[in-house]
């Protein structure tokens, strides 16, 4: 087990000849949350702490963090997610150093959501690994689908944007505020729309962008 990560959580009992829900969600298969009753147990347990953790303080950043380290599966020793916070499984979500998300921040982390160090993230925004077939008859009998989601290092996302499941966010980028991330954003890039497109990319010369104080 590499160091930081702890003993993934094991939700579904065996099956002879075949995948649980959870090895199946876990490999971008079709999957119904609801049939059986381990994963359904284990959201409420989650949702319920989740209630917890948002009656706590803003100010209680090291009780937040260490409470979160309970249920991610991985976390950096720096990691602040202002409340209110939601997330369906917490055991799929990991976070590098030096993490920040403001108010309104959810996952529906029904595939891992794997983020890298340095990254922060503006109100209001949503990573939705799982999403629901087109069909109507599966969507109606339960069945959803989820794939992961990646963020490199150093990545900033800005107010309301929506960051869908299957895209990896690379190094550098910034991920304009209402965008809808449907595809994978390139390092060192800006990216803006619905869905989110390459707008240019981010250089050196971008520093010099802003007034600074003399000598700064």
Known sequence: MKPGFRKKTVLCRPVKGGMTEQEKAEAGLLYNPNRTDEMAKYR?????AMCE?????????????????KIFGRIGRKCNILPPFRC???????????FFANYNFVVLDGNYVRIGDNVWIAP?????????PLDVKDRIDGWEYAYPVTIGD????????TIIGGVTIGDNSVVAAGSVVIRDVPANTLVAGNPA???????????AKYKREKGG
């Open 44 to 48: 409420f347990v989650i949702q319920d």
């Open 53 to 69: 953790y948002n009656r706590l303080k803003p100010s209680q950043v090291k009780k937040r963090r260490d409470f979160l380290a």
């Open 88 to 98: 369906d499984y917490g055991f799929r979500i990991e976070v590098g150093e030096n």
């Open 124 to 132: 209001n925004v949503g990573i939705y690994a799982a999403g629901h």
């Open 154 to 161: 150093n990545v900033w996302i800005g107010g309301s944007a």
């Open 197 to 207: 497109r390459v707008i240019r990319r981010i250089t050196a010369a971008d520093r």
